[in-house]
């Protein structure tokens, strides 16, 4: 019997579903040799993941310019401070002795470095006190501008050099980048959000099998996304933590897509339906839901293209690229996978394992009714509560951590606190000012006269003289502030020498140095990205508007969406700075000290949690929207669909809270705070918001929700959610023998097929 008519009036989406579940054999081989040449191919011709933190028009891109061009390139890099503390003082002779060795071996062992000794003359001003016999000294270890392997690569060197000295009564510590120093990153945070997936899946489903699904799909979608990145890598610079945030992502959405789809299957089975007809019908709504959401998870990680940052751009692809991998395993080896499974799906269910119906009677019908009965109350406490999460993000201060958040056994922050303790903070993040020198020989002397006065401003500690290159046609000045790098006394420093000090003191010298350094390029960084962060959200935002008036043919509805999105971001905010930077239960969640909240993270952030917010709101209203074509009736269409995505939407939002809570274990500040913001909006966006908000101010708005303006129904393209209206699946039990769970030949396979009203 041939059924190529009735395939042929399916929608591309069912008709891919059909032909994934009956080519299924070629589908899943198909992944596997994709998966395995992609791991192999990325093995062997992988791009070198790479921190290009390159900021075009700041006056620390324009240092560090100037640096590489005048002959200072050796300064153009990092810098490591190596640290001795001695209680018996550092002059002696076998302290000094053991030091110099140490300094010598790290000049022998890596190339382009220059290595600036205490007891260098001059160099009293690197011994506390200034004295031959204090306590703690340090050197400085220049490493010319280089590659992040490179630098991993000196990194190693140095601290084996450092694991060498042996002089009684005296320590030494690495201070700089901890990327070079510190702890290698630990890939815990996965396996954790993994595990915590797999307990979620297999109370939702009650079914070893059943869970076992979202897991599968996630994983080949990770394996092939993150291997397509570290190729990319070869012609796009990626930061090193972007493999990290393709699998956050990966695990995170992959198992929620697959879960979507395996839920709709189920319930397809359950309603009679033959598992080629359940497979179809699946891909069909909570498939096409899928490709709908992930679409606004891609266009919110590329609205980061608005920032302007080549680091933030490589960001955005590798997290579209993971994204759109995740889908395409949902769509395509899902469906063959359940193919293989048939009807088997519940199979090795847990002994207590009962069927769960969200239909009317159940808990979340009764829960709707009831915030529906107090709309308006509903709405106040929901509100209430968002606004005192959120009211923290008011005082967000953006910056960088500095070594002083580190743990406090690791070698960073030993440097760091013996640093602070026998010189002042802000030896951990001295300023570095270039100039040219139109003038020569003559500039340097101006620039000796600027030495005195940066010693006397306020908020500097100490001014170093000024060192020429050897064609003296430029110079560099080291300005030691007086506090931390995180500070914001410090960004106030620095943002006074270039509109105050130094157009003062050198007005009409002809000189403009350039103020940069790590710790000024931090703070250039905050500034800018603080600068371009209402843009930037106000693209994603127009974007994800006009795309859910396409699909829900509304206004209200998704400006409603857009800011109750923004509501739950904001708590979200709230919470980092609460944490982070206040300080609130630091301690109880292992976070370190208390400090500004990493610049990059609210975009990032906002691109993410945006996204992934608009999930649930697709899945969530689309229902709704199903409900009230179906009924009219706008009262019971939010009450049934609350009823038929709440739980499944408590049980995505559930794995993706631990997937991304579990970064909170890592040693890395940065990737604490990005885990736990993520964290929450999650949380908040699946309770608060889907749960109490979206069915008050539905109820409130009543059949206003759906409202469009005729001018506008006829210009804004249709997009479908949940499937065009088409003819269903009729299965003739006569044809085929449908309880067969491994998949038969697909001719004998191949379910009779007739249209229906």
Same mark, same amino acid.
């Given at each position: 019997?041939? +059924?190529?008519?009735?395939?042929?009036?399916?929608?591309?989406?069912?008709?891919?579903?059909?032909?994934?579940?009956?080519?299924?054999? =070629?589908?899943?081989?198909?992944?596997?040799?994709?998966?395995?040449?992609?791991?192999?191919?990325?093995?062997?011709?992988?791009?070198?993941?790479? &921190?290009?933190? $390159?900021?075009?028009?700041?006056?620390?891109?324009? =240092?560090?310019?100037?640096?590489?061009?005048?002959?200072?390139? $050796?300064?153009?890099?990092?810098?490591?401070?190596?640290?001795?503390?001695?209680?018996?003082?550092?002059?002696?002779?076998?302290?000094?002795?053991?030091?110099?060795?140490?300094?010598?071996?790290?000049?022998?062992? *890596?190339?382009?470095?220059?290595?600036?000794?205490?007891?260098?003359?001059?160099?009293?001003?690197?011994?506390?006190?200034?004295?031959? $016999?204090?306590?703690?000294?340090?050197?400085?270890?220049?490493?010319?501008?280089?590659?992040?392997?490179?630098?991993?690569?000196?990194?190693?060197?140095?601290?084996?050099?450092?694991?060498?000295?042996?002089?009684?009564?005296?320590?030494?510590?690495?201070?700089?980048?901890?990327?070079?120093?510190?702890?290698?990153?630990?890939?815990?945070?996965?396996?954790?959000?993994?595990?915590?997936?797999?307990?979620?899946?297999?109370?939702?489903?009650?079914?070893?099998?059943?869970?076992?699904?979202?897991?599968?799909?996630?994983?080949?979608?990770?394996?092939?996304?993150?291997?397509?990145?570290?190729?990319?890598?070869?012609?796009?610079?990626?930061?090193?933590?972007?493999?990290?945030?393709?699998?956050?992502?990966?695990?995170?959405?992959?198992?929620?897509?697959?879960?979507?789809?395996?839920?709709?299957?189920?319930?397809?089975?359950?309603?009679?339906?033959?598992?080629?007809?359940?497979?179809?019908?699946?891909?069909?709504?909570?498939?096409?839901?899928?490709?709908?959401?992930?679409?606004?998870? *891609?266009?919110?990680?590329?609205?980061?293209?608005?920032?302007?940052?080549?680091?933030?751009?490589?960001?955005?692809?590798?997290?579209?690229?993971? @994204?759109?991998?995740?889908?395409?395993?949902?769509?395509?080896?899902?469906?063959?996978?359940?193919?293989?499974?048939?009807?088997?799906?519940?199979?090795?269910?847990?002994?207590?394992?009962?069927?769960?119906?969200?239909?009317?009677?159940?808990?979340? +019908?009764?829960?709707?009714?009831?915030?529906?009965?107090?709309?308006?109350?509903?709405?106040?406490?929901?509100?209430?509560?968002?606004?005192?999460?959120?009211?923290?993000?008011?005082?967000?201060?953006?910056?960088?951590?500095?070594?002083?958040?580190?743990?406090?056994?690791?070698?960073?922050?030993?440097?760091?606190?013996?640093?602070?303790?026998?010189?002042?903070?802000?030896?951990?993040?001295?300023?570095?000012?270039?100039?040219?020198?139109? &003038?020569?020989?003559?500039?340097?002397?101006?620039?000796?006269?600027?030495?005195?006065?940066?010693?006397?401003?306020?908020?500097?500690?100490? %001014?170093?003289?000024?060192?020429?290159?050897?064609?003296?046609?430029?110079?560099?000045?080291?300005?030691?502030?007086?506090?931390?790098?995180?500070?914001?006394?410090?960004?106030?420093?620095?943002?006074?020498?270039?509109?105050?000090?130094?157009?003062?003191?050198? %007005?009409?010298?002809?000189?403009?140095?350039?103020?940069?350094?790590?710790? %000024?390029?931090?703070?250039?960084?905050?500034?800018?990205?603080?600068?371009?962060?209402?843009?930037?959200?106000?693209?994603?935002?127009?974007?994800?508007?006009?795309?859910?008036?396409?699909?829900?043919?509304?206004?209200?509805?998704?400006?409603?969406?857009?800011?109750?999105?923004?509501?739950?971001?904001?708590?979200?905010?709230?919470?980092?700075?609460?944490?982070?930077?206040?300080?609130?239960?630091?301690?109880?969640?292992?976070?370190?000290?208390?400090?500004?909240?990493?610049?990059?993270?609210?975009?990032?952030?906002?691109?993410?949690?945006?996204?992934?917010?608009?999930?649930?709101?697709?899945?969530?209203?689309?229902?709704?929207?199903?409900?009230?074509?179906?009924?009219?009736?706008?009262?019971?269409?939010?009450?049934?669909?609350?009823?038929?995505?709440?739980?499944?939407?408590?049980?995505?939002?559930?794995?993706?809270?631990?997937?991304?809570?579990?970064?909170?274990?890592?040693?890395?500040?940065?990737?604490?705070?990005?885990?736990?913001?993520?964290?929450?909006?999650?949380?908040?966006?699946?309770?608060?918001?889907?749960?109490?908000?979206?069915?008050?101010?539905?109820?409130?708005?009543? $059949?206003?929700?759906?409202?469009?303006?005729?001018?506008?129904?006829?210009?804004?393209?249709? @997009? +479908?959610?949940?499937?065009?209206?088409?003819?269903?699946?009729?299965?003739?039990?006569?044809?085929?023998?449908?309880?067969?769970?491994?998949?038969?030949?697909?001719?004998?396979?191949?379910?009779?097929?007739?249209?229906?009203?």
């Amino acid at each position: 019997m041939s +059924h190529a008519p009735e395939r042929a009036r399916m929608s591309l989406l069912r008709r891919t579903a059909d032909a994934c579940y009956r080519r299924r054999r =070629a589908v899943l081989l198909g992944w596997i040799v994709l998966a395995a040449s992609l791991v192999v191919i990325a093995g062997a011709a992988a791009g070198e993941l790479d &921190n290009d933190f $390159d900021l075009p028009g700041a006056e620390s891109q324009e =240092a560090a310019d100037l640096l590489r061009d005048r002959g200072f390139a $050796d300064r153009a890099g990092t810098t490591i401070q190596v640290v001795v503390t001695a209680p018996g003082g550092v002059d002696d002779p076998a302290v000094r002795a053991g030091f110099e060795a140490l300094l010598a071996e790290v000049e022998r062992r *890596v190339d382009d470095v220059a290595v600036v000794s205490p007891y260098e003359p001059g160099g009293e001003r690197q011994i506390s006190g200034g004295q031959a $016999d204090g306590s703690i000294a340090f050197a400085e270890i220049y490493l010319a501008d280089r590659s992040d392997t490179d630098f991993a690569e000196a990194g190693d060197e140095i601290v084996a050099a450092a694991d060498e000295f042996d002089v009684a009564g005296a320590t030494v510590d690495l201070g700089g980048d901890p990327v070079i120093v510190g702890p290698e990153q630990e890939f815990g945070s996965e396996a954790f959000g993994m595990l915590a997936a797999m307990v979620i899946l297999l109370i939702a489903f009650g079914s070893v099998l059943a869970m076992g699904l979202p897991l599968v799909t996630a994983i080949f979608g990770i394996v092939c996304g993150t291997a397509i990145v570290q190729l990319v890598a070869n012609v796009v610079t990626m930061p090193t933590f972007t493999l990290q945030l393709v699998m956050m992502l990966g695990i995170g959405v992959g198992i929620d897509y697959a879960l979507f789809i395996v839920t709709r299957y189920r319930q397809a089975l359950h309603e009679g339906r033959a598992p080629r007809a359940a497979v179809v019908e699946s891909l069909d709504t909570a498939g096409r839901a899928v490709l709908f959401a992930g679409s606004t998870v *891609v266009i919110s990680v590329l609205g980061l293209f608005a920032m302007g940052l080549s680091f933030t751009r490589s960001l955005a692809v590798a997290a579209a690229l993971g @994204v759109l991998l995740t889908m395409l395993s949902a769509v395509t080896l899902l469906p063959a996978i359940l193919g293989f499974v048939g009807t088997n799906i519940d199979r090795l269910g847990l002994p207590h394992r009962t069927r769960a119906h969200g239909g009317r009677g159940g808990v979340w +019908h009764r829960w709707s009714r009831l915030v529906q009965r107090r709309p308006l109350t509903a709405l106040v406490v929901g509100l209430a509560v968002l606004v005192v999460l959120a009211a923290p993000l008011f005082a967000i201060r953006l910056g960088f951590s500095d070594n002083g958040n580190r743990p406090a056994d690791d070698t960073t922050r030993r440097a760091y606190d013996a640093l602070a303790d026998g010189f002042g903070e802000g030896f951990n993040g001295p300023l570095l000012l270039v100039a040219d020198l139109p &003038n020569g020989a003559a500039d340097l002397d101006t620039l000796t006269d600027l030495q005195a006065e940066l010693a006397s401003t306020e908020g500097v500690a100490t %001014a170093t003289p000024p060192i020429a290159n050897d064609a003296s046609t430029a110079a560099i000045m080291q300005v030691i502030p007086t506090t931390s790098p995180q500070d914001e006394a410090t960004s106030d420093l620095v943002h006074r020498l270039r509109d105050d000090v130094l157009p003062d003191v050198l %007005a009409g010298s002809g000189l403009d140095p350039k103020v940069g350094g790590i710790t %000024a390029a931090a703070i250039d960084f905050s500034d800018y990205a603080a600068e371009r962060l209402p843009m930037f959200i106000g693209v994603v935002l127009l974007l994800s508007f006009l795309l859910l008036m396409a699909t829900f043919r509304s206004v209200l509805v998704p400006i409603k969406a857009v800011i109750m999105n923004l509501l739950s971001i904001g708590a979200a905010y709230g919470v980092v700075v609460a944490v982070f930077q206040w300080g609130w239960a630091a301690d109880l969640l292992g976070v370190g000290d208390p400090g500004p909240v990493e610049a990059w993270a609210p975009m990032m952030l906002f691109a993410i949690v945006f996204g992934l917010s608009m999930d649930y709101e697709v899945f969530l209203l689309s229902r709704m929207k199903e409900e009230y074509d179906r009924t009219g009736d706008n009262a019971l269409a939010v009450a049934d669909g609350l009823a038929s995505t709440a739980r499944l939407i408590t049980a995505a939002a559930a794995i993706m809270f631990f997937v991304f809570g579990g970064f909170v274990l890592s040693a890395d500040r940065a990737l604490q705070l990005f885990g736990m913001g993520l964290a929450v909006a999650v949380l908040v966006d699946a309770t608060v918001v889907r749960l109490v908000l979206v069915p008050a101010t539905m109820e409130l708005l009543g $059949d206003r929700n759906w409202w469009l303006p005729g001018w506008l129904d006829r210009i804004v393209p249709r @997009v +479908h959610v949940e499937g065009r209206p088409e003819p269903k699946l009729v299965i003739d039990d006569a044809a085929v023998d449908t309880t067969s769970a491994a998949g038969d030949d697909d001719d004998a396979q191949d379910l009779a097929m007739t249209s229906s009203p």
